[in-house]
């Protein structure tokens, strides 16, 4: 598959933000639940929002599963490690 | 509340495409107005914080619904700009707080646009059980020198409800590039239609509407509407992807297409990366009803006023 074709891959920002988390350390699955959360702060007013969202795990393992057949993770040891550097 | 807090060419557009602008002008009704880079109104209310700060072009804004607070009153938001020329950059941010609910009227004009840019970049987030109900409509002027670029970025969390409705249909459009992104979080439901009516060889649209159904029987429903005449040119691509147990969607794309040189193009996109998931679609893209162009022409209008009369009806 070239580049082109993995474009879509990358179109879903869930998947950007798995890949941005694992890095090169490598996370667990758990350790990614944990780390990945999405929250919006305020430009200006002093309000703390509790909204916050986190990714769920039947969803997360769906992605990484999609990621690791297309080659841009890769699992040692129930860790999982980006694999490129970038697309 | 006096009518100078936005100039008129914008509050007739407002009127042209049907909101009451009486009721937008009243003192009590919640509101934020930019002319340009001059905020010239915010009236808040009980739950609902609006702050914004001037730019040397635009504006940055926070438009917050606090926790478990309902909106009752519609809140009307005008974004417009009266000069030719130029460049206009707004950045707001949506926080609708677990259990909020609000209904957001959004206003963008710019009459006179002959060499205009509009550039826009929105995040949203929905916490849990929230409902946010968007509607946004715009007016290009009718010279086609618009140039529209809004961006939204939108995360809705679990048992949400987001709905957002745009639309441009009178006028010119010049040229319009929408690029809206929804992430669904477990039984959140997602509702977006965008309707646009692209009218002579000046208008060029490109609306991409995409949903991401992240949680577990969220749902999501993409609904694209459009017409090209006169040489316009219109490509909508509705994606719905499906990442998440039992999470369905549907993408339907219809477009007229009419006249010499007119162009429109649909492009519906599912994916589903799991098994117990479903996304359907369909696409339509066609010429305007033979029949019902020759019964209103035999009612004494031209074919021009006809298409229009065909194209507003289906949008």
Known sequence: ?87 | MSKSLLPYEILESARLVGFNTDTMLREDTPKFFLNYNRITAIKKTEGLILVGKETENGMIADFIVTKGKKIEIPVHLCFGVVKEKGIQEIIPRFIIDDGGKVLILAHCSFPRAKDLIHQMEAEVILGKDAVFLYEERHYHGEEGGAKVFPRFQVHVGKGSYFKSVFSLIKGKVGLLSIDLEVYAQSNSKIEILSKVYGRCKEDRVKIKDAVFLEGEHARGLVKLRAAASRGGDVIMKGITEANAPYASGHVDCREIVQGEGSTARAIPIVRVGDETARVTHEASVGRVNQRELDTLMARGLTEEEAVDMIVKGML
């Open chain 1, 1 to 87: 598959m070239n580049q082109e074709e993995k474009k879509w891959l990358l179109e879903n920002k869930y998947r950007r933000l798995i890949l941005e988390n694992i890095g090169k350390t490598g996370k667990t699955e758990k350790e990614i639940i944990e780390e990945l959360e999405i929250k919006l702060m305020p430009y200006l007013s002093d309000y703390q929002p509790t909204a916050r969202i986190k990714m769920t795990p039947s969803s997360l393992k769906n992605h990484l599963s999609l990621l690791l057949r297309e080659g841009l993770v890769e699992k040692k040891a129930g860790k999982f490690y980006q694999k490129l550097e970038k697309m």
